[in-house]
């Protein structure tokens, strides 16, 4: 069974910073490319950012560009998300997924971020 | 990075079908071959539901399908039931690699 579990979540002030965690079990997980999906409350998906299995290759959406970094720990089939200069606007359940040619089948049950002074 | 345009809406009574659009904004985010539907329940994770345009993963209703034509993806559920009643997203990716999701469209079951 593949399990997906964030971590690393709370209430931070804006310009703060936190660093979630995703740890991945039952799943090829050095073998695939990772993704952080956010969903602010009541919105939308928003995908953030993803990182190629040997972690030589990030992307990120424009509005975090700088601000977030993606890695991994294939040792420990671990994901993190570095997150720098928090805005209001980062304020989202953080969900951690494994991608495939651009779709995410499998997913945490998400991490909750609020930046608020 | 513009989102897919997706109706924010969409309803239906018990047995018939509804179908819920997916429309790339830009030549940038044109939709590809790599959409991906996701149904997602309140308070839940996302569940992937369609992939590649037409593509069920196992253990998904034959109910739900999907397809294609110019810059719009669709998706259709067919024989509607009470537990179709979620918010629908689409995903395709961008011209650069990324992702980009739709808006979603909340269904409802009449």
Redo the contacts between chains.
């Keep these: 069974e593949v399990q997906l579990v964030e971590s690393g979540g709370g209430l931070v002030q804006p310009g703060g910073s936190l660093r979630l965690s995703c740890a991945v079990s039952g799943f090829g997980f050095s073998h695939n490319f990772m993704s952080w999906v956010r969903q602010a409350p009541g919105k939308g998906l928003e995908w953030v950012a993803k990182i190629n299995p040997d972690g030589s290759g990030t992307y990120y959406v424009d509005s975090v560009k700088g601000r977030f970094t993606i890695s991994r720990d294939n040792a420990k089939n671990s994901l993190s998300l570095q997150m720098d200069n928090l805005r209001a606007e980062d304020t989202a359940l953080y969900y951690c997924a494994t991608e495939i040619w651009f779709r995410f089948d499998f997913w945490g049950q998400g991490v909750l971020v609020t930046v608020s002074s | 990075?513009s989102?897919l345009t997706q109706p924010p809406s969409a309803s239906g009574s018990p047995g018939q079908s509804v179908t819920i659009s997916c429309t790339g904004p830009s030549s940038d985010v044109d939709i590809?071959d790599?959409v991906?539907w996701?149904q997602?329940y309140p308070g839940k994770?996302?569940?992937?539901i369609i992939?590649?345009v037409t593509k069920r993963?196992s253990g998904v209703p034959d109910r739900f399908s999907g397809s294609k034509s110019g810059n719009t993806a669709s998706l259709t559920v067919s024989g509607l039931q009470a537990d179709d009643e979620a918010d629908y997203?689409c995903?395709?990716?961008t011209a650069?690699?990324?992702?980009?999701?739709?808006?979603?469209t909340k269904l409802t079951v009449l």
Excluded at chain 2, 96 to 104: D, I, L, P, R
């Design positions: 990075q989102a590809s790599y991906s996701y997602q994770a996302p569940k992937l992939y590649e993963p997203y995903s395709s990716n650069s690699g990324n992702v980009v999701f739709g808006g979603g």
